[in-house]
């Protein structure tokens, strides 16, 4: 691959570069794929730009196109934007909720329950993964 970024994690691959580049690696992809009887599913694939970013490669054309705001990678956004808004209001509704039930049992056994479960690996994830520093809505965490 001669992509300036090139992630692959299991069935996932991640192409990141100019747009001639990136649609040599895709066609690379599809004939090393179809040499072993695999095809790819250009239904799944999405291509991350800004909206008005014009594109030639008839193969990356029916790819579907996601806003940079709305970007997403293995289920941490990318960017600032709507994406990581709701991502956070998500991981806050998810903390309240469960802080308030956990205060039903006992101390000890609630601390293991918050560190294992009940979304705090989530917060974990969110805040090495994203962009999401003065982000306001580590602010209501600090008041939970």
């Given at each position: ?27 690379e ?35 579907k ?25 998500t991981r ?30 989530r ?18 965490l600090?008041?939970?």
């Amino acid at each position: 691959m001669n992509s300036e970024l090139n992630l692959g994690y299991l069935d996932d691959v991640t192409l990141a570069g100019p747009a001639d580049i990136v649609a040599s690696d895709v066609a690379e992809i599809i004939q090393g794929g179809s040499a072993l009887g695999l095809s790819l599913n250009t239904e799944k694939c999405e291509l991350i730009a800004h909206h008005d970013f014009a594109l030639q490669d008839p193969v990356l054309q029916q790819f579907k196109r996601v806003d940079i705001g709305a970007a997403t990678l293995l289920g941490a956004p990318l960017f600032s934007g709507t994406s990581l808004d709701e991502a956070w209001l998500t991981r806050c509704d998810d903390l309240a909720r469960a802080t308030d039930r956990l205060r039903l049992l006992s101390a000890q056994d609630a601390l293991i329950l918050l560190r294992s479960s009940f979304s705090a690996p989530r917060v974990l994830h969110l805040l090495r993964c994203s962009p999401s520093v003065s982000h306001p809505s580590l602010q209501r965490l600090t008041r939970s």
